[in-house]
């Protein structure tokens, strides 16, 4: 029976992990090994999608047919609805004219389009897919609005007569705080949709998200009344305090909170939550009331972004423009290292355990009690060792290892503003979460410029390692810190049978900022591993799109999708590779 994938990482927790996986199990990707069947072609935009591809089960067409559909939503604000077994393209839409490339929004002039960035989510009761469109009359950025699209997904028809516009939405922090009117012209939309009890949640950064005029926004919306009814602003009185994640979505737990992470930004607890993980509580409107509310409930942050620069720890005065995703390069140790982004990654929450985790572009990993996160205040940042013990374990090395010589918890943040071996070694997007049979709950990180690494999480938070591959990200990059972004990975195991367990990496060889580079999917047994020379643990290349000289070029922050027997492997040739079992 096939299974759906709603949402991005498969669920509100952002796993990673799809355990119904009963075909591209290990043993039977190591035995066959896997080739590509077929490709689903996504004309009108040079580079195709960046959103995560969704699946339904078992639709009935309006021919009568049950189809199992896959929907895909493009940088070109065009979406696609294919049968996903066979790539029969069923329909397609266009959303609006999508902004035209430009340098105000990539530097590198990378991107065809900006259009629909971020991955949709799926209401499959409903039949309704809700996605965000950045449309523009002219193309310009000037002119461009975000809106809140809902669609039929087996049409592709809208559900209703017009989107929701965000433009002008406001919101009131309080504290003295200046109002706050939403402006599309200066934000990006990239984390990936929440749908949360008939809400929907849509998380915003910004083009420069160091510029005075930059802050994070999450916006409310009721699909049911089909309008907003909250909005909250990461920051006030300051800037910054960006909610990109790298396309990885805000997650949801079972009481209906929301957890985030910020970027670059001012903090003072009050109205500015920069470098951050937070949990937000959502109310409703009641009582006849059209509007409810949006407000931070708890919250740990590790460091602020002055104290990066030897200025006082509890503030924020620098005011250096520095725009998503800029590499950390030469200039930028001169600009005083503003852009240490712990937003870069997203958040996983460990239900079972109650924790809430994520790492940024530091590489440290930070695993908080998710009802007891710490609520840090600007003066326990004088002292950091008493801020760290608010976690629920001690702050480690996630994404690599400098050596037991260098704490990745200092008392002194600036400590870590240095490039070690060379090489920036970010988390970009959410790690993997398992359940394994064989080793208890797995985490999985693949950081710029590093392996494939595999840890054991304990109830009480504290990680420990297990094993790593030999191949890594960026190995060909030419720059001089490396590439970005690392490995954008997803899990795959037919519940808790032994030994089924596959981890689905896509790599790049060279840096996935700068240029456009070629991909290689890999696929490694989770759980059973092999032993380099020196007697540590290797995780095992099951099969390797290198082997077998396929070739695609790499679609940065988009992890691939297995389900059913089937990987789908968005590509920056405007297109979703498709394979099974050989």
Known sequence: MSISVLTRAYDNARTGANTQETELTAAAVGKRGVRRLF???????????EAQPLIVAGVQMPDGKRRDLLLVATMGNLIFGFDANDGTQLWTRALGTPIGGNKSIDEYRINDHWGILSTPVIDAAAGVMYLCAWTSPDGSVGKARHGLHAVRITTGQDVHAAPIDFEGAVYDPGHGAPRQAFASAGRKQRASLLLQANTVFVAFGSLQETSRQARGWIIACDVRAWSITAVWASAAKGFGAGIWQAGSGLVSDAQGHIFCMTGNGTFDAQTDWAESILKLRYTPPAGGQKTGSLAVADWFTPWTDDARVGLDRSGDAFDHPSPTNRRVYTEDVNAGWDDMDLGSGG?????DHGLILGAGKDGVLFVAKANDMGKTKPHDLDKPQANYQRLAAAPIWFTFFPGFDVKPAPDDI???NQHFFG?????HAAPLLWNSREHGTMLFCWGENSELRAWTLAANGKATYLACSAEVASAQATGQFGGMPGGMMCLTSNGAVANTGVVWACIPYGDANTTVTNGRLLAYDATTFGTFGDGSKQLRVLWDSQDWNLTFLFCKFTPPVVANGK????????????YGLA
């Open 39 to 49: 490709s689903l072609h996504l004309p009108g935009d040079q580079r195709g999608a």
């Open 347 to 351: 958040p996983i929450l460990a239900a």
């Open 414 to 416: 600036s400590a870590l």
């Open 423 to 427: 090489r920036t070694h970010h988390q």
């Open 567 to 578: 990987v789908y492997v968005p590509t920056y040739g405007a297109r979703i590779d498709v």
